[in-house]
């Protein structure tokens, strides 16, 4: 069962950068896109930034301009840059990989990402 690990999490000052990094324990073949979702206490998740296997990006409204991800699909893995951060941007962070082979959704198990002084 391929295995999704998320790292690079932590507690940051607000104006502070973090790079979240998605590593699959095998190569995960026929990627049709790939994300980053998050989740605060109390809240749905959410969709963060998308990566198609293209290279088309997408961005919550929240985090264009300050977000970026990207990811290399040969290597199963996907990164997110992010800039400025705010309080509000605290959550669990989430990766997500689907492949068009059979459908298969996976799922990291998330990293505490955490905005404050």
């Known amino acids: 069962q391929v295995q999704l690990v998320e790292s690079g999490g932590g507690l940051v000052q607000p104006g502070g950068s973090l790079r979240l990094s998605c590593a699959a324990s095998?190569?995960?073949?026929?990627?049709?896109?790939m994300g980053w979702y998050r989740q605060a206490p109390g809240n749905q998740r959410e969709l963060v930034a998308s990566i198609s296997s293209d290279g088309r990006t997408n961005y919550a409204d929240s985090v264009l301009g300050r977000f970026t991800i990207s990811g290399d699909v040969a290597k199963s893995s996907l990164f997110l840059q992010m800039n400025n951060l705010k309080p509000e941007d605290t959550a669990v962070y989430f990766c997500r990989v689907y492949s068009s082979y059979r459908g298969v959704d996976y799922w990291g198990q998330g990293t505490q990402v955490t905005v404050g002084s």
């Open positions: 095998e190569s995960i073949i026929s990627i049709h896109h």
